[in-house]
């Protein structure tokens, strides 16, 4: 019903939907590019201490390059899902296996903010954040995964 008021169908919401990954693409290749620019300015502004304590400009880089791998992989996921879904492929191992991917990507890059918390106790933030992203795309993970199963099921006894 709401979707006849407002205009708004599933596929302009996909399309939506890969619009915005692709935006989001974007900035990580940009991030990578101005990875040393943006931990300069972070120096400059932050304020507080971890254990290690000292410059940050260089810490502050490399935890960007690292995160960004990760973001990218996981956006990369995000995109092959959609696209799946775009071709009303849903319920398939692979849509499990990119949820698989982005669930990871998420956890990593929790502990590789935890680790660079060492040097600012603000990352344990980001820390704790991107830990519980990873583990609810971990829960959709085994949801598709249960899902595919029934499917698979259910396309053999009929």
């Excluded at 300015?41 to 290690?52: A, C, L, N, T």
């Amino acid at each position: 019903m709401v979707n006849e008021i407002t205009g708004w169908s599933q596929m302009k919401s996909l399309k939506l939907s890969r619009l915005l990954v692709a935006g989001l693409f974007f900035l990580l290749v940009v991030i990578l590019f101005t990875a040393h620019i943006i931990a300069e300015w972070f120096s400059i502004i932050s304020v507080g201490q971890g254990i290690i304590g000292g410059r940050l400009d260089i810490p502050v880089t490399v935890m960007i390059y690292i995160c960004d791998v990760f973001a990218i992989t996981a956006v990369a996921a995000l995109n092959k899902l959609l696209s799946n879904i775009s071709k009303d492929e849903v319920f398939i191992e692979q849509n499990t296996l990119c949820l698989r991917i982005i669930s990871w990507c998420c956890v990593m890059a929790g502990l590789t903010f935890t680790v660079f918390s060492l040097w600012r106790y603000e990352f344990l933030f980001a820390a704790f954040f991107a830990m519980f992203l990873g583990l609810v795309m971990r829960v959709l993970k085994n949801v598709f995964e249960k899902a595919v199963e029934l499917k698979s099921e259910n396309d053999f006894t009929i």
